[in-house]
Nanobody, 124 residues
Framework: QVQLVESGGGLVQAGDSLRLSCTAS????????MGWFRQAPGKEREFVAA????????VYADSVKGRFTISRDNAKKTVYLQMNSLKPEDTAVYYC?????????????????WGQGTQVTVSS
């Protein structure tokens, strides 16, 4: 089992930055891939970014490329999502997720463990 706890959400203005954190506990290791997803009101949950615990490949959704950066601190068992140049359309609940795979995957149903989510609201 893997437990995930997100933090760092909040209310910001367009153009501001936020950094989300996701701390993992339980059975984690280099064979896991960590992902960030988001869900806006009335919309389906969508992929944002993913990275392997062991490093290497990183994948981003086209909508956040160049603005968001995913990174990890293995010693702290924490994955970060640095979000710059935020837009109102980035408003959503952001979820951290984990899956036992060596591949960097982006489909929701490929992830087994989920955090409770953290709200990000970007005002115009």
């Amino acid at each position: 089992q893997v437990q995930l706890v997100e933090s760092g959400g909040g209310l910001v203005q367009a153009g501001d930055s936020l950094r989300l954190s996701c701390t993992a506990s339980g059975r984690t290791g280099s064979s896991y891939t960590m992902g960030w997803f988001r869900q806006a009101p009335g919309k389906e949950r969508e992929f944002v970014a993913a990275v392997r615990w062991s490093g290497g490949n990183i994948v981003y959704a086209d909508s956040v490329k160049g603005r968001f950066t995913i990174s990890r601190d293995n010693a702290k068992k924490t994955v970060y999502l640095q979000m710059n140049s935020l837009k109102p359309e980035d408003t959503a609940v952001y979820y951290c997720a984990a899956t036992y795979t060596i591949w960097v995957v982006s489909r929701i149903n490929e992830y087994d463990y989920w955090g409770q989510g953290t709200q990000v609201t970007v005002s115009s």
